[in-house]
């Protein structure tokens, strides 16, 4: 589903997807959620398979429910927020932002060079689920902040999902749950360039 989808297309699903979802994704939209008056929990179901957003360049997608494993592995560009992920999300991620309102599975953010990753420590056992080789868990700055609740605002108006309302009626407590995953090579490269520009700026005055 929406493998490649180019910018300008939506797709809208309501129901569930399955391995592969958004392969590609080139700059298009990807919203799946339950049906209309499903009697079961989206945050406690599986919404979509294994390997959602591989390879992704570019795009957005809101998952409301829980995805399989290899979440965002290759992830080059894509924004996306789900509910829950199984092992080895963001693996080799060299860009973009995936934010993750729920559980994880193990080996999280393994060869992660580039992107950031938001989670929402749930149980406060995330860090024992993340491969610390090339990442930090950082905690989140004014900006991470302001991004943050403007993505879940957006999740719950695409998907309805109770889990980003819950977190919105009460956000000044719960966005201190959130994790930043940051990759330590990205960080050394974004601190050079905030440096660089200081001093030019500096010289400027000067």
């Known amino acids: 589903l929406g493998a ?7 797709i809208r699903l309501h129901g569930d997807a399955n391995d592969y979802t958004g392969k590609g994704l ?7 959620r339950p049906p209309q008056g499903s009697p079961f929990v989206a945050e406690e179901n599986i919404i979509a398979g294994n390997v959602i957003l591989y390879g992704a360049t570019g795009g957005e997608m809101f998952l409301r429910g829980v995805v399989g494993e ?4 290759r992830n080059s560009g894509a924004v996306a927020v789900v509910e829950g992920v199984g092992d080895h999300a963001c693996e080799y991620m060299t860009g973009g932002r995936a934010v993750v309102l729920g559980l994880t599975g193990r080996n999280f953010g393994a060869g992660m060079s580039g992107g950031i990753a938001f989670v929402l420590d749930v149980d406060g056992a995330f860090a024992t689920r993340v491969n610390p080789e090339m990442v930090d868990l950082d905690p989140l700055d004014g900006d991470d902040r302001e991004w943050l609740h403007d993505r879940v605002r957006r999740h719950l108006e695409e998907t309805d999902s109770a889990v980003a309302r819950g977190l919105l009626e009460s956000w000044g407590d719960q966005v201190e749950r959130f994790v930043k995953v940051m ?3 990205y960080k050394r490269v974004l601190d050079a360039e905030r440096r660089a520009k200081e001093e030019e700026e500096a010289k ?3």
């Open 70 to 73: 290899r979440f965002c592995v």
């Open 183 to 185: 990759p330590k090579d």
């Open 4 to 10: 490649f989808l180019p910018r300008g297309i939506t």
């Open 204 to 206: 400027v005055r000067a």
């Open 26 to 32: 080139s700059g298009g939209r990807v919203i799946v």
